[in-house]
């Protein structure tokens, strides 16, 4: 028997409703966001712009399957620091979203989210880069192939719920798995640079999917990864070198000469 979507789900999404810190608590200037995606439900975000002159462009921040945009204060200091302007959003049924989380909801909600991202008036569309952390790499994935952006950086990324279940539960067969959110099957689309970055300890999300993703994907494409780091202590471990690595490689896009 197939599992129940609604079982699998909640192995999948751990969304929190709480908002514990807003951008302020990390002395960051931000502007609410809510806007609705085009099954009609409400998501809400917030823009943070990048206190710096030296613009490299916008980020669109997707996150991972846990929390809410609240718990990733840190991310946005680092970049925003780094001369990013960042959006970031909850998926619905995350913090102040509407709705329910589902593998055709999330991605729904990231074609609305870039749209909201475009409509900020510090917008460059030809700058947007999509930044995706674990499943929400899937979700940044999906949407760069519809929508290529400057560049897609894929940070502790799955090749497949189907794989991490494989890894994470061998004696359940795959074929009992859906093949939800399959990046590795559809990368090699891509029609823009890419950046993978993962952690070499990364005990949820290992290694392998890292290496498989930029193997599958075509050029241009770089991957870093990290010494001593895991899955959910990448940025916190790594601090101003995230927003370094990044920024490096986003200047080479904009001027590729240098």
Known sequence: MLPAASVLGSLIYFPSREIAHTPSAASLTFRELTFTTDDGIELRGWWIPTPTQARLGEILFCHGNAGNI?????EAQLLTSAGFDILLFDYRGYGQSKGR???PGTYRDARAAHD?????????????????????GAIALHLALQRP?????????????????????????PLLIPDWYPSLST????????????????DIVPLSHAHALYDAAPPPKRIHV?????????????????????????????????
């Open 116 to 136: 909201a991202l475009l409509a900020q008036p510090e917008a460059d569309p030809a700058r947007v880069i999509y930044l995706g952390e674990s499943l929400g």
């Open 149 to 173: 952006p400057a560049g897609l950086i894929l940070q502790s990324t799955f090749t497949s719920i189907r794989d991490l279940a494989r890894h994470h539960y061998p004696p359940i067969p």
């Open 187 to 202: 990368i090699a689309r891509l029609q823009a640079p890419l950046l993978v970055l993962h952690g070499d300890r990364d």
């Open 70 to 74: 609240g718990d990733r204060l840190l």
């Open 101 to 103: 989380p589902d593998e």
């Open 226 to 258: 990290l010494p001593g780091r895991g899955h959910n202590d990448l940025v916190a471990i790594s601090g101003a070198q995230y927003g370094s690595l990044i920024t490096q490689w986003a200047s080479e896009l904009v001027d590729p000469a240098d």
